[in-house]
């Protein structure tokens, strides 16, 4: 198991996935810990890494199957939230040109953002799917053949020294991801927040509860839903709503509707 150190930053591993350059973007290259997705979230829980960061939505595909971790949690804190466009990068071994590529590897929600170009551009290539794209540029490094490539951000490229065939692939506004930084304390309010919010809720009831925010004066920005894992007609609700659990209208209806769990008010951006 890798090591991870109170004050350290996990992130989904290993390195040369879109979560590593998300983190390098945020905090530099120090004190960052790559993990696998079981090491990430029991060592946060334990309390080994000061922070972890997750990506839990994007723009093709909506919800990450990592949300629904984090939901698991039970006391997990976002501190932060990082939407970022992605353009996504071709990686292989030097020498491989782009005709030679018979297999590409990628996380499968990377295989979802970059298919219009795949589609159109490589039509014939066998497509496997990786862990992440740290994992998929791992493993063509690890080839002993020219025949593979993967999908990832450029700083895979640098991790296992290969090189890039195709830059900023399907990059737009329509391929953005959104992370979530977990830390331990909810920063100060800034005039600009959002509040992420953990709701149960049956389908006979979730109108009134929707009816309760607005009834509040509390604008709701957006709702997932998630499964109970009890019944069918039982939802788990991220509601996220603007505004910061310790001010104004949305703390009024915080302390009126105890039953709400707060999973972390943090700069919106």
Known sequence: MSSALAGSIAYLGPAGSWTHQACLDLFGEKDLVPLSREELFSEYQKGKVERACIPVTTSVVGVTPYMDAVLDLPDAMIVAEYPKMLGYSLLARPGTKREDVTEVLAHPVAFE????????????????????????????????????????????????????????????????????????????????????????????????????????????????????????DTHRYLIEVAGHAKQGKLLQFLQAHGDIRILGSYPRK
């Not at 014939?124 to 992440?132: E, F, G, I, L, P």
């Open 113 to 232: 953002e970059v298919k219009p170009w795949l589609n159109r551009e490589m039509p014939r290539v066998r497509r496997t799917d990786a862990a992440s794209g740290g994992a998929a540029a791992q493993a063509v490094a690890n080839s002993p053949a020219l025949d593979k490539a993967s999908f990832g951000p450029k700083v895979g490229a640098s991790v296992y020294q290969l090189i890039s065939l195709v830059d900023g692939i399907e990059e737009g506004p329509h391929n953005v991801t959104r992370w979530w930084v977990l830390g331990r304390n909810m920063p100060a309010p800034t005039g600009n927040d959002k509040t992420s919010l953990l709701v149960n809720a049956s389908d006979d009831n979730f109108g009134a509860v929707l009816g309760s925010f607005n009834q509040a004066g509390v604008q709701v920005l957006t709702v997932y839903e998630r499964p109970s894992k009890k019944t069918l």
